[in-house]
Structure formats: C-alpha cells, structure tokens
Nanobody, 115 residues
C-alpha cells in the first residue's frame, strides 16, 4: 500500500503561482505512475497532470503551458508547479498513485484563485 499526503494549497490572486507537493510513503518503488486530479464543487474529478515512473508526462488541456508536474528524484516527492493561475483553477487538488492495479488517493488540498 501507499499513503499520500498533499500540501501547498492556499489562496492566491489570479495570475499568481502555487506549488503543490505530494509525499508518498509505503511501497513507493512499486508505483507505476502518479498524478494530480482536481474537483470543483458540483463537478467531476478531472485529471490535471500525470507522470509515469519513466518520467513521461501528460497534461489536461486546460492547464497545458501553465502547470508542470515533476519529481526531485525517484518517485518522491512529487510536485505540481502552477503558474498563471485563473479563477477556474479553483478546486480541491488530489494526489493519486497507481500500483499493482490499484489507485491510491491523498486527502486533497484546497486551491482558491481570486479574481
């Protein structure tokens, strides 16, 4: 199993930046991919960005060119650098890890972008 803890959320003005962190513990060397998802009130949870164990990245269309997913080393911790934030980026952001056919989730961190 893997445990995930997010941090770095908060309130920021439009055009500003935030960096989210996801610290994983447990069987981290079995993780095949990690991702950030977000969920706004009344909406479904959507993929923001994903990074595989080999370093391949994928981004949601709405964040391409503004957000960057990366790791310092190996698989831990994982970061999401968010630049040029918009009010529509407001959501709870969740860290997710995939291993052995299962998905593990963090508790989420709130990001609020004011106009």
């Amino acid at each position: 199993q893997v445990q995930l803890v997010e941090s770095g959320g908060g309130l920021v003005q439009a055009g500003g930046s935030l960096r989210l962190s996801c610290a994983a513990s447990g069987r981290i060397f079995s993780i095949v991919a990690m991702a950030w998802y977000r969920q706004a009130p009344g909406k479904q949870r959507d993929l923001v960005a994903r990074i595989t164990s080999g370093g391949k990245t994928t981004y949601g269309d709405s964040v391409k060119g503004r957000f960057t997913i990366f790791r310092d080393n190996a698989k831990n911790p994982m970061y999401l650098q968010m630049n040029s934030l918009k009010p529509e980026d407001t959501a709870v952001y969740y860290c997710q890890a995939s291993l052995n056919g299962y998905d593990y989730w963090g508790q989420g961190t709130q990001v609020t972008v004011s106009s």
